[in-house]
């Protein structure tokens, strides 16, 4: 019994988003791909420059420009120049 509230429940609700906003399974995998594109960028950034550096581009919530030593810089300037 409960089974069969639950089952119709979710199927109601689905039929009632899909109702209310046709296009969110279209919308939804669309999302999905453009999200996995991100990550796998931030990947590959992590990957060539490091964790620690592709952070401090990102701001991590901070508004200011992030500011890069020296050292640090040249070292992802001689890592680069070697590729």
Not at 12 to 21: E, F, G, H, R, W
Not at 57 to 81: C, F, H, K, N, W
């Amino acid at each position: 019994m409960i089974f069969i509230k639950v089952a119709i429940s979710g199927i109601s609700a689905k039929v009632l988003q899909n109702l209310i906003n046709p296009r969110y399974a279209k919308n939804q995998e669309k999302l999905k791909t453009i999200l996995s594109r991100q990550a796998m960028k931030v990947a590959k950034r992590e990957e060539i420059i490091g964790k620690e550096i592709s952070q401090q581009l990102e701001g991590i919530g901070i508004a200011t420009t992030p500011v890069i030593d020296p050292s640090t810089q040249e070292q992802m300037r001689e890592y680069l120049l070697e590729k």
